[in-house]
Every structure is written in structure tokens, then in C-alpha cells.
């Protein structure tokens, strides 16, 4: 079959439309990135933030980050927390990350977050958490209190992810 050129060119220079969706896709990733990384700064200046050494802005494309006021009460949540979690920002803040604990939660592992906030020091940990339907998942926390720069304490900032067997 013969085709001509317009068809020749046309058919060189298309895009399959999967492309397009997943082009879409990534935009509205790298547009729900670049608001958290905005909603944080906010933060960060709002409270005078030394935020030098957070990273926040390389680790928050990759890990959810959960930022709390010194009650533990949730004041951000990037983006990734719907899909780590099924819940939306909405709907986690003004709550405590004990809302994602139960049962199978470790105890200990527990324990040993609260001293380390109490002690005001960086922790790692791993902890069974749960979804919003019920399912659990390994959560890495890597968490870290905030410091406003005369020194005082501000808030506390949380990256995590799920670690997968």
C-alpha cells in the first residue's frame, strides 16, 4: 500500500497517547511536589527554621514528611501520605502519628520513639503502622526535632517511607 508523504510525516512526528497520560501524570506528580516543598518553606520562614541541614526539598520527591507542632500534632503532610496511607492531608492534620498505630505496633519500638522525643534527638526506627483501611505496612520513620535559629525547639519533622519485604 502506498502512502504519501503527509501520511509519512504524520505518522512519524505522533505521540502514542499512553505517553500523554503518563506525561500528564508525572506533571501533576511534579506539580503536588513542588507545593508541598512551598507549603513547608512556609513553615520553615513562618518559624525562623534552621533548616540547613532538613534536606527537605531532595527527600520530599521520594518520602512522605510529616511536620509536627511540639504537642505531635500533625501541621503538614507531603502528598505521598495518600498513597503510603490512603489518607489525605486533610484528614491527618491536627491528629498525632498515633493515628496510624495499632495492634501489631511494637511497643518497645514505640518506647523508644518517645525517649528520643523527650531527649529531643534524631531517630530511626521501623514500625508496623496501619492504613486508612486497615492494612498494615512497614513504615521507616527517620525523624528529627526542628530548631528555630536562636536554638529553641519548634517542631518536629518526620521523612518516611515503606519499606517493602
Known amino acids: ?47 525562623i527554621w534552621d533548616a540547613k541541614n532538613l534536606e527537605i526539598e531532595e527527600r520530599i ?7 509536627t507542632d511540639l504537642d505531635l500534632k500533625i501541621i503538614f503532610a507531603s502528598n505521598g501520605i495518600r498513597k503510603m496511607t490512603g489518607y489525605k492531608e486533610e484528614e491527618v492534620l ?29 531517630f530511626e526506627k521501623t514500625i508496623e503502622n496501619y492504613r486508612k483501611d486497615g492494612r498494615t505496612y512497614k513504615c521507616k520513620i527517620n525523624a528529627r526535632p526542628v530548631f528555630n535559629l536562636k536554638g529553641q525547639l519548634s517542631h518536629f519533622i518526620a521523612f518516611e517511607s515503606e519499606e517493602l519485604d
Open 1 to 47: 500500500m502506498k502512502t504519501n508523504k503527509f501520511e509519512e510525516v504524520s505518522h512519524r512526528n505522533s505521540v502514542p497517547i499512553m505517553a500523554w497520560d503518563f506525561h500528564c501524570e508525572h506533571l501533576k506528580e511534579l506539580k503536588a511536589i513542588l507545593t508541598d516543598v512551598k507549603k513547608v518553606n512556609k513553615i520553615s520562614s513562618q518559624f
Open 61 to 67: 520527591k521520594n518520602e512522605v514528611v510529616l511536620v
Open 94 to 122: 491536627g491528629k498525632t502519628p498515633k493515628m496510624f498505630q495499632g495492634p501489631a505496633t511494637s511497643k518497645v519500638v514505640l518506647k523508644e520513639i518517645k525517649e528520643a522525643i523527650q531527649q529531643r534527638i534524631p
